[in-house]
């Protein structure tokens, strides 16, 4: 496969979307996106209504770790990339397998004329934490926004009927991810101290 899908998802929007999060398999780059590469996607997920617009936004988040233990900070806080689609009719999503996932052999084969990227750009630190409860969702939040007071929240609900806690911590830098993320795994932690599950 060359690349995961997780978290697929419509949005009540109008236009109606769907949301999803690429993450990388045997290629270990997207650059820009194509048109083709973006049906293939979809087509995966069971989509195949006309595409009206689509966009790609960079994270690094370890909730699709895979609980790595090593120490390579690029292993620990994965790339994952969010893709979002604006369509001419609501969808019907294929339901994700019990692993949280979905193969796909869409290809970003190169990238365009114009594309220039440093080898680590800034990059938003996105922290995930599934919650069966909202008391302890709702105690987690606050905690978490008296700590890090810029960090924006969100809130969907999830395959297993769960809700999810999006924390997004803003645009951290190499020095923060290579020197271990430490304000991200205390937000982490806090999650989890609270009964969220952090990783997919």
């Not at 109606?16 to 087509?43: C, H, K, N, Q, W």
């Not at 617009?53 to 292993?75: A, H, I, K, P, Q």
């Not at 939040?141 to 929240?153: D, I, K």
């Amino acid at each position: 496969m060359t690349y995961f899908i997780w978290l697929p998802r419509v949005l009540d929007t109008a236009p109606p979307s769907v949301e999803l999060f690429l993450t990388y398999g045997d290629l270990e780059e997207i650059f820009d996106g194509t048109d083709e590469m973006i049906e293939e996607v979809l087509a995966d997920v069971g989509v195949d209504d006309k595409i009206l617009s689509w966009s790609l936004t960079r994270y690094r988040s370890g909730y699709f770790d895979g609980n790595y233990d090593g120490e390579n900070w690029e292993e620990r806080w994965p790339l994952a990339v969010r893709l979002g689609v604006e369509l001419s009719d609501k969808p019907w999503l294929d339901e994700v397998p019990p692993w949280g996932y979905i193969e796909t052999e869409a290809v970003d084969y190169e990238p365009p004329d114009s594309f220039m990227r440093m080898a680590w750009p800034p990059t938003p630190c996105l922290v995930l934490a599934n919650f069966t409860g909202r008391s302890a969702l709702n105690q987690a939040w606050t905690q978490v926004s008296a700590m890090v007071p810029e960090a924006t929240f969100s809130t969907i609900t999830v395959a297993d009927e769960s809700t999810q806690l999006r924390i997004d911590l803003g645009e951290r830098d190499y020095d923060f991810y290579s020197g271990g993320a430490q304000l991200a795994v205390e937000v982490e932690n806090l999650c989890s101290h609270h009964g969220g599950r952090i990783r997919g």
